[in-house]
Nanobody, 125 residues
């Protein structure tokens, strides 16, 4: 039984920042790759950022590179997504996902086994 719970979403003005958290239970996230995805209304769920189990590699979608930072605190069994310089196009439901133990971050939905319930991020103009 694995549960992932995202928190930290909300309404923010363009140019502002938010920090999302993903707390896990039933599994030690320090031994698994983790990722963040997002889904806007009428669009498919897309990869945002990922981090390997060791923290040795981080990957980002081109649309968020340089603005978002993924990190992990294995002692707290938590993964974070720091989002800076937010844009209206970042508005979406953000999901945390637990994946495998490979050397590379998976960018497809199929690479992940467990998903959180999502947290809404809304960026106003």
């Amino acid at each position: 039984q694995v549960q992932l719970v995202e928190t930290g979403g909300g309404l923010v003005q363009a140019g502002g920042s938010l920090r999302l958290s993903c707390a896990a239970s039933g599994r030690t996230v320090g031994t698994y790759n983790m990722g963040w995805f997002r889904q806007a209304p009428g669009r498919e769920r897309e990869f945002v950022a990922g981090i390997t189990w060791s923290g040795g590699r981080r990957d980002y979608s081109d649309s968020v590179k340089g603005r978002f930072t993924i990190s992990r605190d294995n002692a707290k069994n938590t993964v974070y997504l720091q989002m800076n310089s937010l844009k209206p196009e970042d508005t979406a439901e953000y999901y945390c996902a637990l994946g495998g133990r490979g050397l590379r971050v998976g960018m497809s939905l199929a690479e992940y086994e467990y998903w959180g319930q999502g947290t809404q991020v809304t960026v106003s103009s």
